[in-house]
């Protein structure tokens, strides 16, 4: 029988080991300020219950089940879908003009397309796989918008309309969608009704903090991944998670993606690295007219992050966050913050004038724009949003217009008739 010391001294030697296991398994999860661990990545294989056919997924990420199919959302243009058996598949978010291909032994029965959404059965032949794969006819030539902070309402569905009326075949949305409670439901709406596919980051508004599990993690469930990538005519976009402060900041899934990412010399077929997150590096606003700090913070994350991408090769970064237009070098990093999604600027420039908002010439919101041709850098642009007046039904725009100079009650008192009257 070992004596107590002995006993006291295993139990503790154990316990040490234990904390250490722990804390650098949390070191590889990853920590967020303010408190909070990074959530699990979203599920890209699952079983159906019933119909009892496996799918094993590229590019996209389970919704759930939906009578006899599994459903998809692809966070790619070219999403792969790997199954077995009789199945019976839907995936959304792919673009309208996308053509079905498969490799494999088995057979496709039927595709249907309604807007972004496809379904899909068919039989694989006994021990055997079929892959299911979208390709775009316009991989190596396309155009792409970029915004952030539309919230979930109506100016969210104008800039998804406004992208498809610029000709884009796809718009990056840069986070914040949720500034208000039913925000999430609205926002699986109108993104399942979008004329485009969207990729989008997460912002900090969308990390909704509470009890209910479903509202905490509605992002990762019905939007996309915080943290993925994909390639398309030889530019790998790199969506990255900068929602919240990350201890340590190599930890979680950004970590893990940026540790995956080859140097561009060295990424076959790779010819340039479009980065697009929420938060940007640095508050590109001159000094005196910063209202707060809307950058990467946390004591030096946002030079690491930098440090990183520039190691790699990328030169351009897309961020929302701030409600503005700006565009400049940051040390390297070419940055674009395209954060006027609620086009809040029109309103303010307008000093509560019904009537300025026919006059599209005299609006300032704008959209990014980037156009890829075969072998060429991107080429951005930046093209007028030109959302309409009834779009501004956010109901963060009384208290935004109740910090400006300027008489806005009665265009106010006007929008809450018409956005009450359209809800």
């Known amino acids: 029988m070992s004596k107590p010391s002995s006993r006291r001294q295993f139990l503790g030697a154990l316990t040490l080991v234990g904390a250490g296991v722990g804390i650098n398994a949390l070191a590889m999860r990853g920590l967020r300020m303010p408190l909070m661990a990074e959530p699990r990545h979203v599920k890209h294989e699952a079983r159906h219950p019933e119909g009892d056919f496996p799918v094993f997924a590229d590019g996209a990420f389970l919704i759930g089940t939906e009578g006899p199919s ?56 006994p021990d055997s796989e079929l892959t299911l794969r ?88 019905g939007v996309g991944p915080r943290n993925s990538t994909f390639h398309l005519g030889g530019i790998q976009f790199i969506n990255l998670d900068t929602a919240a402060d990350t201890i340590p900041w190599s930890g979680g899934m950004r970590g893990a993606l940026l540790r995956q990412l080859p140097a561009l010399e060295d990424n076959p077929g790779i010819r340039e690295y479009v980065i697009f997150s929420h938060r940007p590096i ?36 897309l961020n929302g966050h701030i409600h503005n237009t700006i565009e400049r070098d940051d040390q390297g990093l070419y940055t674009y913050i395209a954060g006027e999604g609620l086009a809040h600027l029109d309103v303010v420039k307008s000093q509560g004038r019904v009537d300025w908002f026919g006059q599209p ?9 980037g156009e890829v041709e075969p072998f060429e850098p991107v080429r951005y642009r930046w093209d007028m949003l030109n959302m309409p007046l009834e779009a501004h039904c956010s109901a963060r725009l009384r208290a935004d217009m109740a910090k400006e100079p300027g008489h806005f009650d009665t265009l106010l008192d006007h929008l809450q008739k018409v956005c009450t009257h359209g809800s």
Do not use: M
Request: aromatic share 8%; with cysteine.
């Open 361 to 369: 010439a005299e609006k300032s919101a704008r959209i990014l724009i």
């Open 134 to 221: 979208w390709e775009v006819p316009f991989a190596d030539s396309y155009r792409f918008a970029a915004i952030g902070d539309t919230g979930g309402g109506r100016e969210l569905e104008w800039c998804l309309q406004r992208t498809h009326q610029l000709g884009a075949q796809f718009l990056l949305l840069l986070g914040d969608l949720y500034y208000e409670p039913g925000d999430d439901l609205s926002v699986i709406r109108h993104l399942a009704n979008s004329p485009v596919p969207v990729y989008s980051a997460l912002g900090n508004h969308d990390i909704v903090r509470g009890l209910d599990q479903n509202l905490l993690h509605w992002f990762e469930r």
């Open 70 to 125: 599994l459903a998809w959302r692809a966070f790619t243009p070219e999403p792969a879908l790997r199954t077995q058996g009789v199945f019976h598949v839907t995936i959304d978010n792919v673009h309208p003009l996308a053509v079905l291909k498969h490799d494999g032994r088995g057979q496709i029965h039927d595709e249907s397309i309604d807007g972004l959404k496809r379904t899909v059965q068919g039989e694989v032949t």
């Open 282 to 317: 640095t508050d590109l606003r001159p000094i005196e007219g910063r209202p707060s700090d809307h950058s990467i913070e946390n004591l030096g994350e946002g030079e690491w992050l930098r440090e990183q991408l520039l190691r790699i090769g990328a030169r351009t970064i």
